[in-house]
Protein backbone atom coordinates (compact mmCIF):
# COMPACT_ATOMS: atom_id res chain seq x y z
CA UNK A 1 0.00 0.00 0.00
CA UNK A 2 1.08 2.93 -1.24
CA UNK A 3 1.55 5.60 2.43
CA UNK A 4 0.48 9.13 1.50
CA UNK A 5 1.29 11.48 4.57
CA UNK A 6 -1.22 14.61 5.52
CA UNK A 7 -0.18 17.04 7.60
CA UNK A 8 -1.08 20.94 8.81
CA UNK A 9 -4.42 20.49 10.18
CA UNK A 10 -5.37 22.08 13.66
CA UNK A 11 -8.10 24.78 14.75
CA UNK A 12 -8.55 27.98 13.39
CA UNK A 13 -10.98 30.79 13.72
CA UNK A 14 -13.70 31.46 10.64
CA UNK A 15 -11.93 33.98 8.12
CA UNK A 16 -8.44 32.03 8.97
CA UNK A 17 -6.17 30.18 6.55
CA UNK A 18 -4.25 26.57 6.72
CA UNK A 19 -2.33 25.23 4.63
CA UNK A 20 -2.39 21.19 4.35
CA UNK A 21 0.65 19.07 2.68
CA UNK A 22 0.99 15.79 1.67
CA UNK A 23 3.60 13.55 0.77
CA UNK A 24 3.94 11.18 -1.72
CA UNK A 25 6.49 8.92 -3.25
CA UNK A 26 8.21 9.63 -6.54
CA UNK A 27 6.72 7.16 -8.65
CA UNK A 28 3.16 7.86 -7.16
CA UNK A 29 3.73 11.97 -7.22
CA UNK A 30 4.82 11.95 -11.18
CA UNK A 31 2.74 9.79 -12.34
CA UNK A 32 -0.55 9.69 -10.66
CA UNK A 33 -3.77 12.52 -10.22
CA UNK A 34 -3.95 13.54 -6.74
CA UNK A 35 -6.93 15.40 -4.68
CA UNK A 36 -7.99 16.48 -1.58
CA UNK A 37 -10.95 14.90 0.02
CA UNK A 38 -13.22 15.51 3.14
CA UNK A 39 -15.80 13.94 5.83
CA UNK A 40 -17.25 15.74 8.34
CA UNK A 41 -18.75 14.15 11.24
CA UNK A 42 -21.64 12.08 10.81
CA UNK A 43 -21.55 12.30 7.03
CA UNK A 44 -19.94 10.99 3.93
CA UNK A 45 -16.58 11.81 2.31
CA UNK A 46 -16.64 14.50 -0.32
CA UNK A 47 -14.27 15.77 -2.83
CA UNK A 48 -12.71 18.86 -2.51
CA UNK A 49 -10.69 19.77 -5.19
CA UNK A 50 -7.92 17.33 -7.93
CA UNK A 51 -4.88 18.06 -9.69
CA UNK A 52 -3.63 16.41 -12.51
CA UNK A 53 -0.38 14.92 -12.93
CA UNK A 54 1.40 17.29 -14.68
CA UNK A 55 -0.48 20.07 -12.44
CA UNK A 56 -1.59 21.88 -15.49
CA UNK A 57 -5.46 21.17 -14.32
CA UNK A 58 -6.90 21.88 -11.06
CA UNK A 59 -10.70 21.03 -10.07
CA UNK A 60 -13.05 22.11 -7.01
CA UNK A 61 -16.28 21.46 -5.28
CA UNK A 62 -18.15 24.82 -5.93
CA UNK A 63 -18.10 25.60 -2.38
CA UNK A 64 -14.52 25.77 -1.93
CA UNK A 65 -13.91 27.88 -5.17
CA UNK A 66 -12.28 31.08 -4.64
CA UNK A 67 -11.13 30.14 -1.07
CA UNK A 68 -8.97 27.14 -1.88
CA UNK A 69 -6.01 26.23 -3.80
CA UNK A 70 -4.10 22.82 -4.87
CA UNK A 71 -1.08 23.28 -5.53
CA UNK A 72 2.45 20.62 -6.52
CA UNK A 73 5.95 21.19 -5.59
CA UNK A 74 7.90 18.73 -7.65
CA UNK A 75 11.20 19.24 -5.54
CA UNK A 76 9.68 18.42 -2.64
CA UNK A 77 6.79 15.59 -3.58
CA UNK A 78 4.60 17.74 -2.53
CA UNK A 79 0.82 18.07 -2.60
CA UNK A 80 -0.79 21.27 -0.91
CA UNK A 81 -3.93 22.60 -0.02
CA UNK A 82 -3.81 26.12 0.69
CA UNK A 83 -7.14 26.92 2.87
CA UNK A 84 -7.99 31.11 2.89
CA UNK A 85 -11.25 32.70 4.39
CA UNK A 86 -12.18 29.33 6.61
CA UNK A 87 -15.84 28.65 7.92
CA UNK A 88 -17.19 26.10 10.39
CA UNK A 89 -18.59 23.99 7.53
CA UNK A 90 -15.16 23.25 6.27
CA UNK A 91 -14.64 21.55 9.51
CA UNK A 92 -13.67 18.08 8.66
CA UNK A 93 -11.13 15.28 8.32
CA UNK A 94 -8.65 16.19 5.30
CA UNK A 95 -7.39 13.22 3.32
CA UNK A 96 -5.31 13.30 0.10
CA UNK A 97 -5.51 10.33 -2.16
CA UNK A 98 -3.78 9.55 -5.47
CA UNK A 99 -4.88 7.27 -8.75
CA UNK A 100 -3.58 6.60 -11.83
CA UNK A 101 -6.66 8.50 -13.30
CA UNK A 102 -8.45 11.56 -12.41
CA UNK A 103 -11.67 11.16 -13.91
CA UNK A 104 -11.95 7.66 -11.52
CA UNK A 105 -14.96 7.98 -9.22
CA UNK A 106 -12.91 9.18 -6.41
CA UNK A 107 -14.35 6.09 -3.88
CA UNK A 108 -12.53 3.88 -6.12
CA UNK A 109 -9.24 5.95 -5.99
CA UNK A 110 -6.52 3.70 -5.13
CA UNK A 111 -3.94 5.15 -2.70
CA UNK A 112 -5.47 7.42 0.59
CA UNK A 113 -3.63 8.84 3.61
CA UNK A 114 -5.03 9.01 7.17
CA UNK A 115 -6.25 12.17 7.26
CA UNK A 116 -5.25 15.65 9.33
CA UNK A 117 -8.34 17.43 11.08
CA UNK A 118 -8.96 20.56 10.65
CA UNK A 119 -11.58 22.47 13.08
CA UNK A 120 -12.99 26.06 11.90
CA UNK A 121 -14.60 27.74 15.34
CA UNK A 122 -17.01 30.53 14.97
Known amino acids: QVQLVESGGGLVQAGGSLRLSCTAPENIFSTYAMGWFRQAPGKERDFVGSITTNGASTYYKNAVKGRFTISKDNAKKTLSLQMNNLKPDDTAIYFC???????????????WGQGTQVTVSS
Open 97 to 111: AANPSITTPFKEWTN
